[in-house]
């Protein structure tokens, strides 16, 4: 079974998006807000924080989690997996920011860029904040393959915006979700923190 993201559900053959991303050479940006109290369904909610189902992109949802004031998002038909914990976020507290950049082949988005605010850790100069490009795999219908690709640093680059696209175009559509492991591009300074994952047991 796959997770659609329980909102604005569209379905798209298998085949056809598969055959449109790989054929496809025209690669393009579309962007979206995320406003989790305006946009988003709570299909779980606990102490510590919920998960959220949110509007994406033409059926394309967003899967936003939150708890221990740590944050995970995820795109897109996800697959059985996604419900046996998944979450990718910072060991230190963060949140994301509120706009989605979907990269496109033709009109199928194959990844996104999402900005995340990392705490201050331990010996970041006068406990500054972060500011990492998480870039993510977005998952297709009847693959549900989809997690993050890899990072830059937002305040280390100074060209971060375009070295995050390079990234999604480049590594996210050939990307093994649970297999290959994410790796931070360019600089990257003391304050982007250190990533964490899990698909659970």
């Known amino acids: 079974m796959l997770i659609s993201g329980l909102v604005g559900f569209q379905f798209i053959a298998a085949p056809v998006v598969a055959?449109?991303?790989?054929m496809s050479t025209e690669i393009s940006s579309?962007?979206?807000?995320?406003?989790?109290?305006?946009?988003?369904?709570?299909?779980?909610l606990d102490m510590l924080?919920?998960?959220?189902?949110?509007?994406?992109y033409k059926g394309y949802s967003v899967l936003?989690?939150?708890?221990?004031?740590r944050e995970s998002v995820f795109y897109g038909f996800v697959g059985d997996w996604f419900g046996e914990g998944?979450?990718?976020?910072?060991?230190?507290?963060?949140?994301?920011?509120?706009?989605?950049?979907?990269?496109?082949?033709?009109?199928?988005?194959?990844?996104?860029?999402?900005?995340?605010?990392?705490?201050?850790?331990?010996g970041t100069v006068d406990g500054a904040k972060g500011?990492?490009?998480?870039?993510?795999?977005?998952?297709?219908?009847?693959?549900?393959?989809?997690?993050?690709?890899?990072?830059v640093d937002a305040l280390e680059?100074?060209?971060?915006?375009?070295?995050?696209?390079?990234v999604a175009d480049n590594i996210a559509r050939e990307f093994r979700c649970?297999?290959?492991?994410?790796?931070?591009?360019?600089?990257?300074g003391l304050a982007a923190g250190f990533p964490m994952r899990t698909f659970g047991p």
Not at 49 to 56: E, I, L, V
Not at 178 to 188: K, L, S, T
Request: net charge negative; hydrophobic share 40%.
């Open 19 to 22: 055959q449109e991303i790989e």
């Open 30 to 44: 579309v962007y979206t807000d995320l406003n989790i109290d305006d946009t988003c369904i709570a299909y779980q």
């Open 49 to 56: 924080g919920g998960s959220f189902a949110c509007a994406g």
């Open 64 to 69: 936003f989690q939150e708890g221990d004031a």
């Open 86 to 122: 998944a979450f990718e976020s910072f060991q230190a507290f963060n949140n994301v920011g509120d706009k989605i950049e979907w990269r496109l082949v033709g009109e199928i988005p194959f990844a996104a860029i999402l900005r995340w605010h990392i705490s201050a850790e331990d």
């Open 131 to 151: 500011q990492v490009l998480v870039v993510s795999k977005v998952a297709q219908p009847a693959v549900g393959d989809g997690c993050v690709v890899g990072y």
């Open 157 to 166: 680059n100074d060209n971060a915006n375009e070295m995050a696209r390079e």
């Open 178 to 188: 649970r297999i290959d492991e994410p790796e931070f591009h360019g600089n990257e």
